[in-house]
C-alpha cells in the first residue's frame, strides 16, 4: 500500500535549472496539493487540484507549474530555480473534502 | 496575520506528563485537521474532525466550533511523542473550501 510517493528525496540545482517534482498516489483520490515547508513558516500551499484536468493556484504559486492529467499524478514544475526555492516540498492527496489527507515523505530541494 | 495560530510554539515535557497543544482559527471551517511530523520526517495525518472530539490510543482531539478552537490533548507522554505537531483546516463556503491551510506548528519535546 504506497499512499503518496514523491520522488525524488533530496536534490540539489544550479541557479536558472529546471526540474520536475513527481508525485503519485494509488488510493484513487481527487484531491492533490503541493506545499512547501520553510523554517519556522508552516505550510505554504503551491497549488492544488480537485480532479484530473484540474488546477488551481494556492497562496505562494509563483515560479512553479503544475499539470494533472491523471488522477494518480500530480507533477510540480520548477522552470527557472532560484535560491528562494530552496524548501521541502510535500505532495498530499485526500479523497474528498471531508476525509483525511494524506502526505508524502517529502522532497528537499536546495537551489545554489 | 497567520490564520491559523498555535499555542505554544515549543513546548518541553516530562516523560508521563499531560499535554495540550492549542489551536485558533478566524474563519468558518468545514473540518479541521491535526498533523504530525517527526523531525526530518514525513507528515502523519492524526485526526480530522468537524465537531466534538476524537480519541485515538494516547491522542485526543477536541473542537469548538462556536469559539473557533481546537486542542490536542497527549496523555501519558512519551519521548516518541516528540515531533512537530501541525493544525490546519478547511473552509466551509467558496472557492476556498478545496484548500488545506496550516500553522507554524508546535515543537514538542518530551524528555525521559
Known amino acids: 500500500n504506497a499512499g503518496v510517493t514523491q520522488t525524488p528525496k533530496f536534490r540539489i540545482l544550479k541557479i536558472g535549472q529546471s526540474m520536475t517534482l513527481q508525485c503519485a498516489q494509488d488510493?484513487?483520490?481527487?484531491?492533490m496539493y503541493w506545499y512547501r515547508q520553510d523554517p519556522g513558516m508552516g505550510l505554504k500551499l503551491i497549488y492544488y487540484?480537485?480532479?484530473?484536468?484540474?488546477?488551481d493556484k494556492g497562496e505562494v504559486p509563483n515560479g512553479y507549474n503544475v499539470s494533472r492529467s491523471t488522477t494518480e499524478d500530480f507533477p510540480l514544475r520548477l522552470e527557472l530555480a532560484a535560491p528562494s526555492q530552496t524548501s521541502v516540498y510535500f505532495c498530499?492527496?485526500?479523497?474528498?473534502?471531508?476525509?483525511?489527507?494524506?502526505f508524502g515523505q517529502g522532497t528537499r530541494l536546495t537551489v545554489v | 496575520k497567520n490564520e491559523v495560530e498555535q499555542s505554544p510554539q515549543n513546548l518541553t515535557a516530562q516523560e508521563g506528563e499531560f499535554i495540550t497543544i492549542n489551536c485558533s482559527y478566524s474563519?468558518?471551517?468545514?473540518?479541521l485537521h491535526w498533523l504530525q511530523q517527526h523531525p526530518g520526517g514525513g507528515i502523519v495525518s492524526l485526526f480530522m474532525?468537524?465537531?466534538g472530539k476524537k480519541k485515538h490510543g494516547r491522542l485526543i482531539a477536541t473542537i469548538n466550533i462556536q469559539e473557533k478552537h481546537s486542542s490536542l490533548h497527549i496523555t501519558a507522554s512519551h519521548p516518541r511523542d516528540s515531533a512537530v505537531y501541525i493544525c490546519?483546516?478547511?473552509?466551509?463556503?467558496?472557492?476556498?473550501?478545496?484548500?488545506?491551510?496550516f500553522g507554524k506548528g508546535t515543537l514538542l519535546t518530551v524528555n525521559p
Open positions: 498530499a492527496s485526500s479523497y474528498s473534502r471531508t476525509t483525511e489527507a494524506f
Open positions: 488510493m484513487n483520490h481527487n484531491y
Open positions: 487540484s480537485v480532479g484530473a484536468g484540474i488546477t
Open positions: 474563519v468558518g471551517i468545514s473540518a
Open positions: 474532525l468537524s465537531s
Open positions: 490546519g483546516y478547511r473552509r466551509n463556503s467558496g472557492g476556498s473550501n478545496y484548500k488545506l491551510t
